[in-house]
Structures are given as structure tokens and as C-alpha cells.
């Protein structure tokens, strides 16, 4: 990732929008004890470093102020690792629909 | 901060913000402190099913298709007592535009916005709704945000969600992410004041009626195929829309007497608001802690006066693991050839051990699937919940803790519901309303209003009500 964002680059600004202290009355302890933060991407409307306040236009044109937490975001989940417990468990009931005896689709073919 | 954007401010503007960015008169549906007019609400704010239908054929939204799932059918009578196993029919909802059922929704809220005049639509939803949104207000050419809520306060994003927010952004739309808290609603509040926009809240008349094809659809298919109205249909339960809607449209179809069964995952231990707990959920959506609050109070929700009142029309409540949907996930993938969910599979994990309790020649609908993908699959989610420090494991599914264990079965006879009391949720939501309104004294027409939101007769209401120490007027 660039430290810094050039005018026009796509980005993704950071924003405290309620305090700790601020947050709505009734939320439990731990969610009360840290701020609300939001998040949102756009284009740079000035040169900017991370972790410096900049503006950004939305991808609906709309204006959003935040500190600067990423030049170049990333889509970064992805489907996890094979899960042997479930791979084991698929291939177990495929053992069963073998049994003798039992209707597989195409049986009459 | 200036005094206009604290909570308190926003929430306290809530009334007007809400009632410009609907554009509905509420208030002439009020009939005294508890009651409402829900059927004239629904009938002069929403569209006939005939109008719905137009509409959402001409986006390309629902005629979806229905699949008989043989080898899952198979696979429930072997373990199933002889002459058991109800035939599975699965409604294949994923093949929407924008891969849920959640677009017949999206495709009459965004109709209404359009012709109502908005330039823009916002939902304030971390669930496939907001992709649902983005995709019909993208078609209509109009400009969408879609404020979620995403991230712990590590700023570690759950990856169900992070993908849903990308789907967002394919269509077009500004997605907005926060960290965990109820205050998505409030931040959704100044972007309505801040855009004018239309607030495409899943629980508006037209959310609601935008479902009922789905039911009815249903009703129609299986009665095409197998010439009879299906027996029983399972519907994954959160805020009460799907079941509501599936259930109207099964009877505006004549399928009066289809058992319509609400499915949870249990979560019951987490905390929706904590934010140590967020990323301790392998579900966002589909499970009990947004299925039991709203089916007992169902006007928690963004809108006056919710039009998902799901007692209305459950006839049963079943509860899942997180292992068991995990577990049929998987066999909807390599028995059936269908690669859809996990959290939408719920109603599928409760279909195969409902099907048991059924006749074979008789039918179960599990009414819809919904799209897969990065972050939204049973590896991305395990391997997540792993690195969250929960365990992941085969044993006895009831050893299932949330938020420390998932337990994966064993085998398919280890499937079970566990029944909700529906009479208990019932009891509640009477609670909720006179504790929300502060009644003393409850007249007959609204002893009536509350036979029908909870679906039972007068002795149990005023049982209910007597036990709160609520008299009934003559």
C-alpha cells in the first residue's frame, strides 16, 4: 500500500462518529467503552498520507471527511481453508446414498 | 461535536426523518394506544399481488425455480421410522439478481422510492438486502447508500458482511461500514436527513408484499407438480419479513392449511450489541437474536409501524445449532449439486429433521436459498470462527456452545429442532405492547387487535393480560 494518496486515487477514510461515553444509552460495556467508528471509500479530492485528515467524494458524489486508513483497499476475505470435519461429513453421506438399496436419481436410466 | 449530530439529538428528529424519508401517513391507521389497522394498512400502502408480480417480472426479480431434492429426501428416510420422510422441494431463491429472495423486497421499496420522486434509496442493513437494494436503485438509475454494520473495534470485519458490502459496491452503490453497535439505525437517520433520500426499510408495506409472490409462487409450483398445496413450509426467521410475507402470499395462493414453520439459529448467550461477542457469531443473520425480539415486539423496527408480525402467521418455531446448517450446507453441495448459503440453509437443516416427523407423500418447501462466495461459505466461515479462538469440531450437535463450540455432526439421524414455545413468544410480545404504550386498561377492539397479532383466542389474552394486572374494558 502507497503511504500516500495522490487527487483522484480511490481510498478509504476513517471516522469517529459517536465518542466512548457517547454511545447510544443501554448498549453493553464493552461496545459503551469504545467509540463508533465508520468507514467509507472514495476519491481523494487532495494529496493526503495516512493517518492525515482528508475529504473524499463518494462513489455517489457525495462528500465524506475522515483520516486517511488505506490508499489502495483491498477486498480481502476469501473462502477460509477446506474444513477437514466437513469434508469428512459430505463424504460420508455420499457413502450412504451407495448403500444397496437405496434410490439414486438416474437409477432407471 | 455540535449538540445536532449527538444520539440523543438524531434520535429525538427520528419522527419527522422517518416520516419524509417514507412518504406514508402512519397515523391514519392508529386505532387507540395499542392498536392498529394492520390489514388496511397493508392493503392501502402496499400493491395487489397482481401489481407486485408486474413489477418485479419486469427487473427480472422472482418466477424463480423449484427443485425437488431427491438424494436429501433419500438420505432423511434412512433415518427416518418406515412410511417417513416427507418429499423435499427447495425454493431456489439465490437465482434472484442479486442472489437472495431479499430482491422481491428491494424490488417493490425501490419502485415505490422512483415513483415517489426520491433521487436516491438508503437500507440500513448488514444482510443480502443491501445488495438487493443497490441492485434494483442501480437499474432504476437511482444513487444508493447502504450503511452496515461490519467491523469489531480491532476493525476486524466479519466476512459474511464484508462481502455483502462488496456486492454493494459492484451495483454502484456507497457502502457505509461501522463498528458494532444498535447505532447503524441512528447513522442511517443523519444520512437521511443529510441525502433527502428514500428509506428502503425491509419492514415497510412494500418490503412485506414484495414476499408474498414468494409464497405464492410456492403454492402455486408444488400444486402444478404434485397437485396438492405443500404440507409444511420452513422459512429462516430473523426480523419476521420472510415468514410474513411467504405465509400472506401461501394465502392469497388458497393454501390455507400449509403448516408455515419458522427456523432460528440459536445464539442465545450473545450479546447482538457487544462488541466482543460479534465476531464470536458464525450466522449474521437467520438466528435467534434477531428472531425472538422482533417476532415479540415487532415495532423495534426503523418504520412507525412494522409490517413483518410474524406470530401472526407461525405456526411453530424451531430452533438449529450452528453446526447442524453448517452440516446440510455441505450436503446440499455434494449430494445435490447445489452450492447456496449457510445462513439462508437454516430452513433446509430444519426441513431434514422436520421431514422425518411427515409422511412420505407428503410435502415440505424450504423456501429459499441464497447465494454463496467469498467470506459467505461454511470454510470462510469455520476457518473465521477458528482464528476467533471458537472450536470447531464432529461430536453430538447439542454439545453446541455459541461463540465457543460448533460442533459439526456425527451423522444425519443427530439432526434435531428444538421447539420454541410459541405461547411464550406470544405472552411476551402482550408484555412488550403494554410495556411499550403504559395501558392500564385495554378496550375489546384491542383485546381483538392482539388475538390476531398473536394468532390465539380472547381467554388467552385476557389470561395474559390479567396476569399483567391489565384490565379489559366492556
Not at chain 2, 462481502?163 to 447503524?184: H, M, S
Not at chain 2, 407461525?314 to 447442524?324: I, P, S, W
Not at chain 2, 476457518?383 to 453430538?396: H, L, M, S, Y
Amino acid at each position: 500500500m502507497q503511504e500516500i494518496a495522490q487527487v483522484g486515487d480511490y481510498v478509504q477514510v476513517e471516522q469517529v462518529v459517536l465518542q466512548a461515553g457517547e454511545r447510544a444509552p443501554g448498549v453493553p460495556d464493552d461496545t459503551a467503552s469504545v467509540p463508533l467508528v465508520m468507514r467509507v471509500k472514495g476519491f481523494a479530492l487532495s494529496e493526503a498520507a495516512i493517518g492525515d485528515e482528508i475529504k473524499i467524494e463518494t462513489v455517489i458524489g457525495r462528500t465524506v471527511s475522515g483520516k486517511l486508513v488505506n490508499t489502495d483497499p483491498r477486498y480481502d476475505h476469501d473462502f477460509g481453508r477446506p474444513v477437514p470435519e466437513i469434508v469428512e461429513a459430505g463424504l460420508e453421506a455420499r457413502t450412504l446414498l451407495r448403500e444397496p438399496g437405496t434410490r439414486r436419481r438416474g437409477d432407471d436410466l | 461535536m455540535s449538540a445536532g449530530t449527538s444520539f440523543a439529538a438524531v434520535m429525538s428528529r427520528r419522527g419527522e426523518i422517518i416520516s419524509r424519508a417514507l412518504g406514508l401517513d402512519y397515523s391514519r391507521f392508529e386505532r387507540g394506544p395499542l392498536a392498529f389497522d394492520y390489514e388496511g394498512m397493508m392493503e392501502k400502502t402496499g400493491y395487489s399481488l397482481e401489481e407486485v408480480r408486474a413489477i418485479q417480472r419486469d427487473v427480472g426479480v422472482g418466477y424463480t425455480p423449484l427443485l425437488e431434492l431427491r438424494n436429501i429426501t433419500e438420505l432423511v428416510r434412512k433415518v427416518s421410522p418406515p412410511g417417513k420422510g416427507a418429499r423435499i422441494f427447495v425454493k431456489d431463491e439465490a437465482s434472484n439478481p442479486s442472489g437472495s429472495f431479499k430482491a422481491r423486497r428491494a424490488a417493490l421499496s425501490v419502485y415505490e422510492a422512483q415513483r415517489k420522486g426520491y433521487s436516491g434509496v438508503i437500507a440500513a442493513t448488514s444482510g443480502n438486502y443491501g445488495a438487493a437494494v443497490a441492485s434494483q436503485a442501480c437499474l432504476r438509475g437511482l444513487d444508493c447508500i447502504i450503511v452496515q454494520e461490519l467491523f469489531d473495534s480491532r476493525m476486524v470485519g466479519q466476512p459474511e458482511i464484508m462481502e455483502k458490502g462488496r456486492k454493494c459496491e459492484a451495483y454502484g452503490a456507497e457502502v457505509v461500514q461501522l463498528t458494532v453497535g444498535p447505532e447503524l439505525f441512528y447513522m442511517m437517520l443523519r444520512l437521511l436527513e443529510e441525502t433527502d433520500y428514500f428509506n428502503a426499510s425491509l419492514y415497510t408495506p412494500y418490503g412485506i408484499a414484495g414476499i408474498e409472490t414468494l409464497g405464492y409462487e410456492v403454492a402455486e409450483q408444488v400444486h402444478e407438480r404434485c397437485d396438492r398445496y405443500p404440507d409444511v413450509v420452513v422459512v429462516t426467521h430473523a426480523g419476521g419479513g420472510n415468514l410474513t410475507g411467504t405465509a400472506r402470499g401461501l394465502r392469497k395462493a388458497g393454501a390455507d392449511d400449509t403448516e408455515v414453520v419458522g427456523a432460528s439459529v440459536d445464539l442465545s448467550g450473545l450479546h447482538m450489541a457487544s462488541d466482543e461477542d460479534f465476531n464470536r457469531k458464525s450466522f449474521t443473520t437467520g438466528h435467534t437474536g434477531f428472531g425472538v425480539p422482533f417476532a415479540t415486539w415487532p415495532d423495534r423496527a426503523d418504520v412507525p409501524r412494522n409490517a413483518a408480525r410474524a406470530l401472526r402467521y407461525m405456526d411453530r418455531y424451531v430452533l438449529l445449532h450452528q453446526g447442524e446448517v453448517f452440516y446440510v450446507t455441505e450436503l446440499l453441495a455434494v449430494l445435490e449439486g447445489l452450492e447456496r448459503g449457510p445462513a439462508g440453509n437454516t430452513s433446509l437443516a430444519a426441513a431434514f429433521a422436520l421431514a422425518q416427523e411427515m409422511d412420505q407423500e407428503e410435502i415440505l418447501v424450504v423456501q429459499e436459498t441464497e447465494y454463496t462466495g467469498a467470506g459467505k461459505h461454511p470454510t470462510a466461515q469455520l476457518t473465521f470462527a477458528r482464528e476467533n479462538g471458537v472450536q470447531v469440531r464432529r461430536g453430538d450437535p447439542a454439545e453446541n456452545v455459541p461463540g465457543a463450540q460448533i460442533v459439526i455432526p456425527e451423522g444425519p439421524e443427530q439432526i434435531e429442532v428444538r421447539d420454541f414455545s410459541l405461547d411464550r413468544m406470544r405472552k411476551s410480545l402482550i408484555r412488550n405492547a403494554v410495556r411499550h404504550t403504559g395501558v392500564e386498561e385495554v378496550s375489546s377492539p384491542e383485546v381483538d387487535f392482539l388475538c390476531e397479532e398473536i394468532n390465539r383466542d380472547r381467554n388467552f389474552v385476557t389470561a395474559a393480560l390479567c396476569e399483567l394486572q391489565v384490565a379489559v374494558k366492556d
